[in-house]
T-cell receptor, first 112, second 116 residues
């Protein structure tokens, strides 16, 4: 079964707006990761946040993690048309094996 | 580094035929993962290897699926015989291993398999 569930399933915004995607998971974790997938391509790792971290930034990306609620959010600020892609969260389920389980993803469309 | 290399990029085959997908992980990565992606099921982990040893193959759907990693630089996923429901995009990914620091997986571009 999928560990992560993203919300919303699809999001459409105008260029320059902020995009927020949410992820909920079921079991305890060591870390949570976000990936981007452009149409027809493989997934690209964006950011990793450890279970003892609450917030992390990378460029225009901001990730938060609330382990008490078993949820995470990905915020993309000042979106660009090139940000159009599917975004996935993935968790390791505290397995210490490096095995990641991915959610179903959020499809983001940024209109120019 | 050229990244994770998968071949072929596209494969169209007839039902009942054997299909072999290939993957070359990033040099120095000691974990390798095979995923399958479909619209209905999303990304499913099929099997993964640590240091060339299969660790968990519980995601392999049936005995028709098998995977090998004869050395650190090569892995194959074989489907024999193939069925139309195997049609999907198959991704290979590699990582530095179980206890990851700041990195994550590096994915290949995938093999789009169509079984007719």
């Amino acid at each position: 079964s999928q560990q992560g569930e993203e919300d919303p399933q699809a999001l459409s915004i105008q260029e320059g707006e902020n995009a927020t995607m949410n992820c909920s998971y079921k079991t305890s974790i060591n870390n949570l990761q976000w990936y981007r997938q452009n149409s027809g391509r493989g997934l690209v790792h964006l950011i990793l946040i450890r279970s003892n971290e609450r917030e992390k930034h990378s460029g225009r990306l901001r990730v938060t993690l609330d382990t008490s609620k078993k949820s995470s959010s990905l915020l993309i600020t000042a979106s660009r048309a090139a940000d159009t892609a599917s975004y996935f969260c993935a968790t390791d389920g505290s397995s210490n094996t490096g095995k990641l389980i991915f959610g179903q993803g959020t499809t983001l469309q940024v209109k120019p | 580094d050229a990244g994770v290399i998968q071949s072929p990029r596209h494969e169209v085959t007839e039902m009942g035929q054997e299909v072999t997908l290939r993957c070359k992980p990033i040099s120095g990565h000691n974990s390798l993962f095979w995923y399958r992606q479909t619209m209905m099921r999303g990304l499913e982990l099929l099997i993964y290897f640590n240091n060339n040893v299969p660790i968990d193959d519980s995601g392999m759907p049936e005995d028709r699926f098998s995977a090998k990693m004869p050395n650190a630089s090569f892995s194959t996923l074989k489907i024999q015989p193939s069925e139309p429901r195997d049609s999907a995009v198959y991704f290979c990914a590699s990582s530095l291993g179980a206890r990851q620091g700041t990195g994550g997986y590096t994915f290949g571009s995938g093999t789009r398999l169509t079984v007719v």
